[in-house]
């Protein structure tokens, strides 16, 4: 299979993608308390893929972190509530932004907030304002809505869901990831 990973911190949280190792943990300093901590994985095996990003904090966190990880965590699950089969695309996207609005969290803007996934990374279809598409029975979708930390960082997580028949399912995590983890009490 193929594989990319990458865990960011800091300054380099305020982008979504940057290029490893460049940017990595550790490149040219340590690590801060407080700051958070993103870690993506990416696998492919017998041409599948897989992708899951998590988000931690260097230590414990603040009022204003925890706020803002139980905001991430609702808008997923508000997600997860919303997919269902024959449920359109945009209507997902919808509720999500109606969650976000109420909860006064401030959307990364003009970004999908979920996507297919199965031969390549990202596929349609996409949970956006212009995706109609209807979801069915079977489809595999990544949700992962982005929203800007305290202090400007891109916060998101992924999860990968199965549409089934009276819903969804999370598939590929062995753990909950409802409560924010600590990378490092001590560094």
């Known amino acids: 299979g193929i594989s990319g990973s990458q865990g960011v911190s800091g300054e380099h949280a305020k982008k979504f993608w940057p290029q490893a190792p460049f940017y990595c943990i550790g490149k040219g300093r340590k690590m801060s ?39 991430l965590v609702a808008l997923r699950k508000r997600a997860m ?14 509720e999500v932004i109606e969650e976000a609005e109420n909860r006064n969290a401030k959307m990364v803007p003009e970004t999908i907030i979920g996507h297919g996934i199965g031969v390549s990374i990202n596929e349609p279809p996409y949970i956006s304002a212009s995706d109609d598409t209807s979801l069915e029975e079977g489809m595999v ?29 999370v598939i590929g995590w062995y753990k909950n990831w409802d409560y924010p983890y600590t990378a490092a009490i001590t560094y």
Not at 81 to 94: G, L
Not at 142 to 167: M, Q, R, W
């Open 81 to 94: 509530e919303a997919i269902k089969p024959t449920v359109r695309c945009s209507e997902v996207y919808k």
């Open 33 to 71: 308390p407080g700051e958070y901590v993103r870690l993506e994985a990416i696998v492919s095996m017998d041409g599948y893929w897989s992708d899951g990003t998590r988000l931690l904090t260097m230590g414990l966190n603040t009022n204003a972190q925890q706020e803002a990880y139980d905001t």
């Open 141 to 169: 979708i990544v949700i992962e809505p982005k929203i800007y930390g305290p202090t400007g960082e891109i916060l998101f997580a992924k999860d990968t869901v199965e549409v089934t028949s009276d819903g969804c399912r």
